[in-house]
T-cell receptor
């Protein structure tokens, strides 16, 4: 069974204090690893899809990396507007219906 | 704005009742997914359709059903509602079918803003 574990559950950073969020996964046949940002009461906002180990993608202050067992979302010099819950998901194989299997997320708070 | 439209945004109903949630996917997207998000369970996959055909089922209760119409909009029907069905229900869409990984165009799955269901 596909499993996605995100850590930490919650993270508080000072503005400008860089850090990383972790997403560990087990899946039979990874077809993609997704990162989303979710604000309270809103739908998940797509950030990145990574397909193979070694792949990296960047968007503004965010950089996502992928290994065979985990993915990291690096946040460089965060700002208060980066405060949100960050969700990681894996798209599994045919056995899992190719559906996205989400972790429970990391709740990030960036204070001025 | 992701381009995925969900209605209604909020809904309050009594136990035992039946509701229908509606989703319009992004223009050109043929795949539709339904997810449930509750505080303790996180985002749980319910069901997915591609071009009108059911492709996969997740943890969807027998009291719940869905369909995708020829114009590609989708409806999620929830019946015999219980207090525990209170949650945010999300629709998501993508242009590629769920069994196709397209690294060139990007296998991007976009979510709507959700329908908040409260059962009292």
């Amino acid at each position: 069974e596909d499993q996605v574990t995100q850590s930490p559950e919650a993270l508080r950073l000072q503005e400008g204090e860089s850090s990383s969020l972790n997403c560990s996964y087990t899946v039979s046949g990874l077809r993609g690893l997704f990162w989303y940002r979710q604000d309270p009461g809103k739908g998940p906002e797509f950030l990145f899809t990574l397909y193979s180990a070694g792949e990296e993608k960047e968007k503004e202050r965010l950089k996502a990396t992928l290994t065979k067992k985990e993915s990291f979302l690096h946040i460089t010099a965060p700002k208060p507007e980066d405060s949100a819950t960050y969700l990681c998901a894996v798209q599994g194989s045919r056995n899992s219906g190719y559906a996205l299997n989400f972790g429970k997320g990391t709740s990030l708070l960036v204070t001025p | 704005d992701s381009g995925v439209t969900q209605t209604p945004k909020h809904l309050i109903t009594a136990t035992g009742q039946r509701v229908t949630l509606r989703c319009s996917p992004r223009s050109g997207d043929l795949s539709v997914y339904w997810y449930q998000q509750s505080l303790d369970q996180g985002l749980q996959f319910l069901i997915q359709y591609y071009n009108g055909e059911e492709r996969a089922k997740g943890n969807i209760l027998e009291r719940f059903s869905a369909q995708q119409f020829p114009d590609l909009h989708s409806e999620l029907n929830l019946s015999s509602l219980e207090l525990g069905d209170s949650a945010l229900y999300f629709c998501a869409s993508s242009v590629v079918p769920p069994d196709w990984t397209d690294e060139l165009s990007g296998n991007t799955i976009y979510f709507g803003e959700g329908s908040w269901l409260t059962v009292v």
